[in-house]
């Protein structure tokens, strides 16, 4: 099965700094991946996804990643972290078409 | 309605107990899934649920006992369950097996077992 891995479980910003999640997945064919937002004492809500189509996806809040085959990395940036950035971050691969695994998580913790 | 409704928010049961959760949506969304989560971790997986029949049950006790009665609708029946279960229990749709799946979640039923 297909995992990714999240590098660093802790992630500290100052405000409008840039945030980089790492995130780095293992599979022999292209995934689909996720990158998930979640705040306390909610469920998960979808950033982006990447589904082949274009290496450098846009999503919501200003994030963005970019697809990298050879370095098998799916990185989440913002160039400007925001107060209201502060929460858990999951990357996720889609094995076989109805399992959605999950990396370890990183929280993004964002100082004033 | 683009939610997942997932009832009750918090539940606190004994070990003898029987009790159910509950999960809407009205997406048309024709996968549904249990997941689990324990703090500062991931979700796990627990059950699929495509086309209102089970395919994918990650050996999940039995005292947990998924039930999808209708496309829009989804249960998780416990029953004699132990503290370690005490978890937050996520319920996601999906528009079907194929493809890039995006998840839709719900806010999670928070399970306290005393």
């Known amino acids: 099965a297909q995992s990714v891995t999240q590098l660093g479980s802790h992630v500290s910003v100052s405000e409008g700094a840039l945030v980089l999640l790492r995130c780095n997945y293992s599979?022999?064919?292209?995934?689909?991946l996720f990158w998930y937002v979640q705040y306390p004492n909610q469920g998960l809500q979808l950033l982006l996804k990447?589904?082949?189509?274009?290496?450098l996806v846009k999503g919501i809040n200003g994030f963005e990643a970019e697809f990298k085959k050879s370095e098998t990395s799916f990185h989440l940036t913002k160039p400007s972290a925001h107060m209201s950035d502060a929460a858990e971050y999951f990357c996720a691969v889609d094995n076989a078409g109805n399992m959605l695994t999950f990396g370890g998580g990183t929280r993004l913790m964002v100082k004033p | 309605d683009t939610e997942v409704t997932q009832t009750p928010k918090h539940l606190v049961m004994g070990m003898t107990n029987k009790k159910s959760l509950k999960c809407e949506q009205h997406?048309?969304?024709?996968?549904m899934y249990w997941y689990k989560q324990k703090a500062k971790k991931p979700p796990e997986l627990m059950f699929v649920y495509s086309y209102e029949k089970l395919s994918i049950n990650e050996s999940v006790p039995s005292r947990f006992s998924p039930e999808c009665p209708n496309s829009s609708l989804l249960n998780l029946h416990l029953h004699a369950l132990q503290p370690e279960d005490s978890a937050l229990y996520l319920c996601?749709?999906?528009?079907?097996?194929?493809?890039?799946?995006?998840?839709?979640f719900g806010a999670g039923s928070r399970l306290t077992v005393l």
């Open positions: 599979s022999s064919v292209p995934p689909y």
């Open positions: 996601a749709s999906s528009q079907s097996g194929a493809g890039a799946n995006v998840l839709t």
């Open positions: 997406m048309g969304h024709r996968a």
């Open positions: 990447y589904t082949s189509a274009a290496t």
